[in-house]
């Protein structure tokens, strides 16, 4: 029997291919420019991805990264439920 394939992407604060279940995935809608995260990993619209991991977003968010992924800046709401959710895990 073949073996499932694992689709894995990049984490943008340490830059490392992980599974994509192993990943938070942020989420920009597409026609209401709305931000949000992305917990099933199924949301419509430009996405990028995270370690779940307060390092590797506190680093993604310096060097902005995350805004630069999704084309738009961050509220300081949006910032706070990212780190919500980085720290649940």
Known sequence: ?????????MCLGCQE???KKELLR???????NDIQVDLTG???GRGCYICKNIDC???????KKIERALET???EDIIEQMRK???NE
Request: glycine share 0%.
């Open 1 to 9: 029997m073949k073996a499932k394939k694992i689709p894995m992407r």
């Open 17 to 19: 291919m992980k599974p």
């Open 26 to 32: 942020i989420v920009k809608k597409a026609h209401s």
């Open 42 to 44: 199924k949301m419509s």
């Open 57 to 63: 977003l506190e680093k993604a968010l310096k060097s």
């Open 73 to 75: 800046s961050l509220t």
């Open 85 to 87: 959710e980085v720290s």
